[in-house]
């Protein structure tokens, strides 16, 4: 048996099965085989190059994850991997964060979603703390040619990845007019405003829009071929994980409202990261804003090391969350700490929220999709969620075509490489490289 993505009608329609939309068809979710998981090594394989390769933002990173493991590789069905979108989508935490630690858990549970996730996370930690502890001096203004590289080649391709992610999310997702709809509108809506509280708000209005349009109609139940019954964690842990994140968020406002900095400087550091991460929706770009004002106003780090930290998180792989490891480095330079004490307070803090959430809540997600109000409302969900993608391509474009060292050739290194991986299939690591270098010969030609 398979799953299938049913529409608010009650009937499930694919499109024609073309070399780049295999996504659509009832036979490419037939190819995935729900029975087999992923051994360790292939995890470890995979989220190793992903984790040095990921540039662009988290939408890149998600189109990353579902053009290697869903599409080319087929880890999972486009069903499962829209509906965990979703779901950490739905939560505070950075999303493709949570998406490397859940493609691991649907393959090898708790350990395995530590490996997938780690891997994935560890170079962005790495190269953040390396800067924030000793390079950032030779980095703070890079060489042209390395401006090229990444402002002018790295950061094309990813809104490539991005687009094509987009493309194909919409087609497997939007079947109908409401879906469409929906997809066009939370797009939309996103370009024009986005304030942290409205991601939520949008899947939630997807999903009731489809809830309501499809109440008539029965929708059949979903049966647990793709295994998704069990990750490794039962709801009595799962509940547990919750409640530790609700205590540690107790503790984090206690430790920041309640002691003195000067004598508890480190539990300072990760009790603002924490209560931070605790409240994010929205990815990384949301985080930025609230850090400002957390580490720059009360003196922890100046505004112009704050800024350069930006920039070079963004020409780095992984979420941009690691900011928080060249953050907690020069704070703990400034405040006469070891470089990594402030990492590891810091990165720690602003990730544990997600993370705590993601295994507490799979669990209890693993039930609640069986429920039928879940099942119409999910169409819409998935459509709204597909927007926020959509309008990350436009987003993304504009910001990359106004900081290139030469927006015209970047553009076209765009074209290139979202041909290169949506109409010719080339793997996107290659497509990665393939930028870097398009970039580096910008440079050589005195491209403006």
Same mark, same amino acid.
């Given at each position: 048996?398979?799953?299938?993505?049913e529409?608010?009608?009650?009937?499930?329609?694919?499109?024609?099965?073309? =070399?780049?939309?295999?996504?659509?068809?009832?036979?490419?979710?037939?190819?995935?085989?729900?029975?087999h998981?992923?051994?360790?090594?292939?995890i470890?394989?995979?989220?190793?190059?992903?984790g040095?390769?990921?540039?662009?933002?988290?939408?890149?990173?998600?189109?990353l994850?579902?053009?290697?493991?869903?599409?080319?590789?087929?880890?999972?069905?486009?069903?499962?991997? &829209?509906?965990l979108?979703?779901?950490?989508?739905?939560?505070?935490?950075?999303?493709?964060?949570?998406?490397?630690f859940?493609?691991g858990?649907?393959?090898?549970?708790?350990?395995?979603g530590?490996?997938?996730?780690? &891997?994935?996370?560890?170079p962005?930690?790495?190269l953040?703390?390396?800067?924030?502890?000793?390079?950032?001096?030779f980095?703070?203004?890079?060489a042209?040619?390395?401006?090229?590289?990444?402002?002018?080649?790295? =950061?094309?391709v990813?809104?490539?990845?991005?687009?094509?992610?987009?493309?194909?999310?919409?087609?497997?997702?939007?079947?109908?007019?409401?879906?469409?709809?929906?997809?066009?509108?939370?797009?939309?809506?996103?370009?024009?405003?986005?304030?942290t509280?409205?991601?939520?708000?949008?899947?939630?209005?997807?999903?009731?829009?489809? &809830?309501?349009?499809?109440?008539?109609?029965d929708?059949?139940?979903r049966h647990?071929?793709?295994?998704?019954?069990?990750?490794?964690?039962?709801?009595?842990?799962?509940?547990?994980?919750? &409640?530790?994140?609700?205590?540690?968020?107790?503790?984090?406002?206690?430790?920041?409202?309640?002691?003195?900095?000067?004598?508890?400087?480190?539990?300072?550091?990760?009790?603002?990261?924490?209560?931070?991460?605790s409240?994010?929706?929205?990815?990384?770009?949301?985080?930025?804003?609230?850090?400002?004002?957390? #580490?720059?106003?009360?003196?922890?780090?100046?505004?112009p090391?704050?800024?350069?930290?930006?920039?070079?998180?963004?020409?780095?792989?992984?979420?941009l969350f690691?900011?928080?490891?060249?953050?907690?480095?020069?704070?703990?330079?400034?405040?006469?700490?070891?470089g990594?004490?402030?990492?590891?307070?810091?990165?720690?803090?602003l990730?544990?929220?997600g993370?705590?959430?993601?295994?507490?809540l799979?669990p209890?997600w693993?039930?609640?999709?069986?429920?039928?109000?879940?099942?119409?409302?999910?169409?819409?969900?998935?459509?709204?969620?597909?927007?926020?993608?959509?309008?990350?391509?436009f987003?993304?474009g504009?910001?990359?075509?106004?900081?290139?060292?030469?927006?015209?050739?970047? #553009?076209?290194?765009?074209? #290139?490489?979202? =041909?290169?991986?949506?109409?010719?299939?080339v793997?996107?690591?290659?497509?990665?490289?393939?930028?870097a270098?398009l970039g580096?010969?910008?440079?050589?030609c005195?491209?403006?």
């Open positions: 048996m398979h799953s299938q993505i529409d608010p009608e009650g009937t499930t329609v694919f499109s024609q099965q073309t =070399a780049t939309d295999r996504l659509l068809s009832d036979q490419y979710e037939d190819e995935v085989d729900p029975g998981k992923q051994h360790y090594f292939h470890f394989q995979q989220f190793s190059w992903m040095w390769s990921a540039f662009g933002g988290p939408s890149a990173h998600i189109g994850f579902q053009k290697v493991l869903v599409e080319n590789l087929k880890w999972l069905t486009p069903t499962l991997f &829209l509906e979108l979703a779901l950490c989508q739905l939560m505070p935490g950075p999303t493709s964060t949570q998406m490397s859940v493609i858990i649907t393959q090898q549970g708790v350990t395995g530590l490996l997938s996730g780690l &891997l994935f996370q560890l962005g930690l790495l953040a703390g390396a800067c924030g502890i000793g390079a950032a001096n980095l703070k203004n890079p042209p040619w390395l401006r090229c590289v990444t402002s002018g080649g790295l =950061a094309a990813g809104v490539a990845l991005v687009a094509s992610a987009a493309k194909s999310l919409t087609h497997s997702t939007c079947k109908n007019q409401i879906t469409l709809a929906i997809n066009a509108t939370t797009a939309a809506i996103v370009c024009y405003f986005n304030p509280w409205i991601f939520p708000l949008l899947l939630i209005g997807g999903g009731l829009v489809t &809830l309501l349009s499809s109440r008539s109609h929708t059949p139940a647990s071929a793709d295994h998704t019954d069990s990750f490794g964690i039962g709801t009595g842990l799962g509940s547990a994980l919750v &409640l530790i994140w609700v205590l540690l968020l107790a503790a984090s406002v206690f430790i920041v409202e309640g002691t003195q900095y000067g004598t508890y400087k480190a539990f300072h550091w990760w009790g603002t990261f924490f209560k931070i991460g409240l994010i929706f929205g990815g990384g770009q949301v985080v930025l804003p609230m850090l400002d004002s957390a #580490v720059v106003e009360p003196g922890w780090i100046s505004e090391d704050f800024l350069t930290g930006i920039a070079l998180v963004q020409a780095m792989p992984g979420p690691n900011i928080a490891a060249y953050v907690g480095a020069i704070i703990a330079a400034n405040a006469n700490m070891s990594l004490t402030g990492i590891m307070a810091c990165w720690v803090g990730f544990a929220p993370i705590l959430l993601i295994y507490g799979l209890w693993a039930r609640f999709r069986q429920l039928d109000i879940y099942r119409r409302a999910l169409p819409g969900v998935n459509a709204a969620a597909i927007g926020l993608i959509v309008a990350a391509v987003q993304l504009l910001k990359v075509h106004v900081n290139s060292p030469f927006p015209a050739a970047t #553009v076209s290194i765009g074209i #290139v490489g979202f =041909a290169l991986v949506d109409a010719l299939c793997p996107p690591a290659l497509v990665v490289l393939a930028g270098v580096l010969a910008g440079w050589v005195n491209l403006h």
